[in-house]
């Protein structure tokens, strides 16, 4: 019956009723790992971290914290590179983590669709999708830990998006938890069903501000026959767009990914990861590591890929390359691809822009974004990579070598806005796939100001008139 740091008593015990003692963790050591974020930016407190193990206790612990007033932070595989799923220094807060909801309950090779519970990995979907013979067409360098009700509410990008969309696409159905304690049960795997709103957009996205995503059915693809993954040399990101139309004009639905990655990132790679070896003769300026993919089998997939690069040889475009062998030397290929976060955060502090600009407008945002960041921090380490076959190039900047790093990280709105500011000329956006969780929200106004950022806040408010739902997230402090 005793108050645990500021959780009302009342309230702890009725918590622990819903979750049993193991599901409520109070105690600062208990809760010390889901109180600061991969990145190490963001130190928040909490009042306790609940671990319900189904919906019906996610609805109960929702709605007991809406009647006393505590604010509720969804957390998954507290992967989100904007602070997303980590509280404020408060300690009012109560930290929702969904990863004891982990089950992938069904698939059904007819609808080709999962249901699939918020806790579940990325990376465990996947392969309960590949082992039924069906894939799930969605990655990220983080889909070991990232978990399925995260990857939705962020609205996850990642390597695919260039032939299967974002997360928006994939999901049929959902469950939500409104900031009331009700359950909105949305779980319909239809493909037409214009009644009025979609109101499942509505929390795909929506970082966590509107509701608790609790289950998904999700649209699965038929697992690919043949596979062929290349990395190749190139001199520039004009190089790689020019690669990069040479096989949409060959043959556009064989692309799965078509990723980009500059030099010194590639380098850091290779410096810092064990394992993580270029298997190429020298070092080039830039690489693209392209992935084609069929659900039909034989050799016409490895002719393509090799007819579409033995014409880029002729041309110019491409210095080297490697074809993958065996799926062991395709993964080794993808080693060099999901490293470069790692990478980056074991070379010192880094400032990332996660940006996107139309294709045509990429080669000049990164001649200009890297004069300007390098004129702005003299011996900045600017490593760009990213999606570039969907526009999204990732341009983190690493601290110089020697600087202090709390001294770099100082001036990350200088660096931020001067990236922004060209990628707004460019007719771009400042968050592509990782959205703003607490770390962008001071540019909502200026990007998304008027009558945009007004109708986010007359539908938040409308949902959530509380403001329960993970507050401080995606919009600026008024
Ligand atoms: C990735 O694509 O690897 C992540 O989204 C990257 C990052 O900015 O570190
Ligand atoms: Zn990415």
Redesign the pocket.
Known sequence: MTATGSLPAPLHDALEKVLGSSGLLTASSDMASYLTDWRNLFHGRACAVARPANTQACAEVVRLCAEHGVPVVPQGGNTS?VGGATPDTTGHALVLVTSRMNRVREIDPIDNTMVVEAGVTLKAAQDAATNAGLMLPLS??SEGSAEIGGVLATNAG?NNTVRYGNARELVLGLEAVLPDGQVLDLMRRLRKDNTGYALRQLFVGSEGTLGLITTAILQLQPKPKSIEAALCAVADAKTALALFAAFRNTEPSAIQAFEFMSGLSMNLVNMLIPDAALPLSEPAPAYVLVELASPRGGDALRELMEEVLGKAFEDGLVSDAVLAESETQRLALWKLR?E??EA?KRAGASV?N?VSVPLSAIPTFLDRATAACEKLIPGIRVAPF?HIGDGNI?F?LVQPEGMDGNAFLARDHEMMDTVANIVRELGGSFSA??GVGQLKTYMMPSWRGGAELDMMHRIKNAVDPKDIMNPGKIFPAS
């Open positions: 590179m990220i360098s990642g999901e470069h976060a980056q990332k996660d990213g990732h983190n796939e990782h």
